[in-house]
């Protein structure tokens, strides 16, 4: 890939504030939404941040939900690696989800990418994302 996106820091910092805001909030309130990512947030032309898709939602305390059996829930490239090994969601999922969104915003790439649903979780399973600055990005 060629450069990563130019970065509006101030548009990044309160679009993240107001993402993790609303995720606490989620938890707060008990519940997972288990499919964060940038499809699934709306950015007014305010710049007020809203979470979208509550389709997976589910109680922090509900047992039931694994990816056993095949059954994805989710979208793979955001998934935490707990969750592609079949481990059952908790907040940290959703948190790692947001570093995806946040990866991606930085880089313009996905940390972890392939051609087959199976190949993107063998990488968040398996390997390290590039680090930023190999990436070109300036956090400085």
């Known amino acids: 890939?060629?450069?990563p996106?130019?970065?509006?820091?101030?548009?990044?910092?309160?679009a993240l504030r107001q993402l993790a805001a609303g995720l606490c909030f989620l938890h707060d309130a008990g519940k997972?939404?288990?499919?964060?990512?940038p499809q699934n947030l709306l950015c007014t032309e305010e710049?007020?941040?809203v979470i979208l898709d509550f389709g997976l939602v589910r109680e922090l305390m509900d047992e039931g939900f694994t990816l056993s059996n095949n059954a994805i829930?989710?979208?793979?490239?955001?998934?935490?690696?707990?969750?592609?090994?079949?481990?059952?969601?908790?907040?940290a999922s959703d948190w790692y989800s947001v570093g995806v969104i946040l990866y991606e915003a930085l880089t313009g790439v996905l940390p972890f990418d392939?051609?087959?649903l199976?190949?993107?979780a063998l990488k968040i399973v398996k390997n390290e994302p590039v680090p930023l600055d190999k990436r070109g990005v300036d956090l400085g």
Do not use: F, I
Request: aromatic fraction near 4%.
């Open 73 to 91: 829930a989710g979208t793979p490239a955001y998934m935490a690696p707990e969750l592609v090994g079949g481990e059952p969601a908790t907040p």
């Open 47 to 49: 710049g007020r941040v």
């Open 32 to 37: 997972l939404h288990r499919d964060l990512k």
């Open 114 to 116: 392939g051609d087959t």
């Open 1 to 3: 890939p060629g450069a």
């Open 118 to 120: 199976v190949s993107v």
């Open 5 to 14: 996106p130019r970065t509006d820091w101030d548009r990044l910092r309160q």
